[in-house]
């Protein structure tokens, strides 16, 4: 497989969503946290903010850089990596979630 | 890889993600958890999460990569695959586990909040159905800009 922007996006894209889903589905295996024990909602943080970045970058740099992928999918690509950054603005950022 | 196209790549991925969807919801079933023991409710939810990651993600590389398929189920399998994933990034906060101080009390031991307050995906009744709904629309209201530029 040729290293290209392309397919280091469609890597990135892949790596991302399941590291996201693993930090959603480790809290239940750690879980539940309390207010004393905290680390099932911290490693479950780092996981799904962590796939969730390599997430957007790959989304939004195949929207806007990648070759070889088509003008629609491109465009969708693009829109959805920035409604994905908005949402973790908003919502998942935020101290505490 | 074994001589099998992307095409070939993209279904083995569905059909394990569906798979373990499933098998994690068996488990959940042949295993019931109760306020001593949930391990049954641990390991399915891990399995049907680790399922919807496999899922999504195929849907999604499927609908960029695969080439030997009608162009309009290619869109459909990329949108499809975004909207699960915009679903679940925002249900995400409503499948915490989180047992606040507020919900232990007296009559109630940290055992019996845990199983009490378990994330079931169904915390707000309904909460995909909503989030699922929104999504549609946005997606329509995207799809028609794209084809207007």
């Given amino acids: 497989m040729d290293i290209n922007k392309k397919n280091l996006s469609i890597i ?38 962590t796939g969730m970045g390599i997430l957007v970058i790959s989304m939004i740099i195949a929207g806007f ?24 603005i908003l919502i998942m950022s935020i101290p505490g979630t | 890889m074994l001589g099998l196209k992307n095409k070939d790549l993209v279904m083995i991925g569905v059909i394990i993600g569906i798979a373990l969807l499933f098998i994690g919801a068996i488990i959940n079933n042949v295993f019931p958890s109760s306020t001593e023991e949930m391990i049954g409710y641990k390991v399915s939810s891990f399995l049907k999460m680790m399922g919807l990651g496999f899922l999504t993600c195929s849907m999604i590389i499927g609908g960029i990569i695969v080439d ?30 989180d047992i606040g101080s507020n919900l232990v009390s007296d009559n109630t031991s940290l055992e019996e909040a845990s199983y009490e307050y378990r994330p079931t995906g169904y915390g707000t009744p309904g909460f995909e159905l909503i ?10 209201i995207f799809w028609k800009i794209i084809k207007k530029t």
């Fill in chain 1, 12 to 49: 990135g894209l892949g790596l991302g969503i399941l590291i996201f889903f693993f930090g959603i589905g480790i809290y239940f295996l750690l879980g539940p946290s309390t207010e004393s024990y905290q680390i099932p909602r911290q490693i479950s943080s780092v996981f799904k903010l």
């Fill in chain 2, 68 to 97: 030997d398929i009608d162009k309009n189920l290619k869109i459909l399998l990329l949108i499809f695959g975004l909207i699960i994933l915009l679903i679940y990034s925002v249900g995400s906060e409503q499948l915490k586990w």
């Fill in chain 1, 65 to 88: 850089f990648a070759e070889g992928i088509e003008k629609d999918t491109k465009i969708i690509l693009l829109i959805f990596g920035i409604i994905l950054l908005l949402i973790n």
């Fill in chain 2, 131 to 140: 989030f699922a709904v929104f999504a549609i629309i946005s997606v329509f």
